[in-house]
């Protein structure tokens, strides 16, 4: 089982900057990549960005240039950095795991408002 922890939530001006933080325990020796999705309300839970074992990133267009995915392998920790935010970029984050033991797992989410 892979445990994921998120931190860094919160409210935030447009045009504002977050640093989103997710801690991974457990089994993560077969990780073999991480992600950052979020849902806003009545909407689905889509794919923001996501990164590999060997560092490979993907972002949905409408983040690209704004929001950067990183990993720090000795913290077992994904970041998510958010710049130029706009209040459509409203929504609860989760952070998510891809294992060949266990499979995918969720962290609990995190709110992100943005909102003047």
């Known amino acids: 089982q892979v445990q994921l922890v998120e931190s860094g939530g919160g409210l935030v001006q447009p045009g504002g900057s977050l640093r989103l933080s997710c801690a991974a325990s457990?089994?993560?020796?077969?990780?073999?990549?991480m992600g950052w999705y979020r849902q806003a309300p009545g909407k689905q839970r889509e794919l923001v960005a996501r990164?590999?074992?060997?560092?490979?990133?993907a972002y949905t267009d409408s983040v690209k240039g704004r929001f950067t995915i990183s990993r720090d392998n000795a913290k077992n920790t994904v970041y998510l950095q958010m710049n130029s935010l706009k209040p459509e970029d409203t929504a609860v984050y989760y952070c998510?795991?891809?294992?060949?033991?266990?499979?995918?797992?969720w962290g609990q989410g995190t709110q992100v408002t943005v909102s003047s």
């Open positions: 457990g089994s993560i020796f077969r990780i073999y990549a």
């Open positions: 990164i590999t074992n060997s560092g490979n990133t």
């Open positions: 998510n795991s891809d294992s060949v033991s266990s499979g995918s797992s």
